[in-house]
């Protein structure tokens, strides 16, 4: 399978971060996997210069601070060429019926819950990026 070139990771559970950047590298999706433990050291990445251009962004919702909608409120504002080259997907375990209202308002290409699996990541490989991970 063609890697991934970046991914990064948006979540403030550093357990979690920990469970899916192992999971992604053991896999195999990317060689450039980073991680933001919050919605504005996501933004920061984001807008360095050079920008970080993630090919896939896994975004938790419930955050403290900025959380997942607050940075999709400010990541739709980075010009297109910049966040038009990323998927984001949001990761939650459950969202309240005004979250979900709210995100389909937002620049995300799906939801899957948490945790992450091998199975959902091949699923996203092959909805977003027409690849599959290797059959074991």
């Given at each position: 399978m063609e890697k991934l070139p970046q991914i990064l990771l948006v979540?403030?559970?550093?357990?979690t971060n920990f469970?899916?950047?192992t999971l992604l590298a053991k896999l195999q999706v990317s060689d450039d996997i980073r991680v933001a433990t919050?919605?504005?050291?996501?933004?920061t990445l984001l807008t360095q210069q050079p920008p970080y251009l993630p090919t896939l962004l896994l975004l938790d919702v419930a955050m403290p601070g900025t959380g997942g909608i607050g940075f999709?409120?400010?990541f739709q504002r980075l010009p297109q060429?910049?966040?038009g080259v990323t998927?984001?997907?949001?990761?939650t375990t459950s969202?309240?019926?005004?979250?979900?209202?709210?995100?389909d308002e937002l620049p995300i290409a799906g939801l899957a819950?948490?945790?992450l699996t091998p199975e959902k990541i091949d699923t996203l490989l092959r909805l977003h990026f027409q690849r599959q991970l290797p059959a074991e």
């Open positions: 979540d403030d559970d550093d357990i469970i899916h950047k919050s919605g504005e050291e996501a933004l999709l409120e400010a060429a910049q966040w998927k984001v997907i949001v990761l969202m309240d019926s005004r979250d979900l209202a709210r995100i819950s948490k945790p």
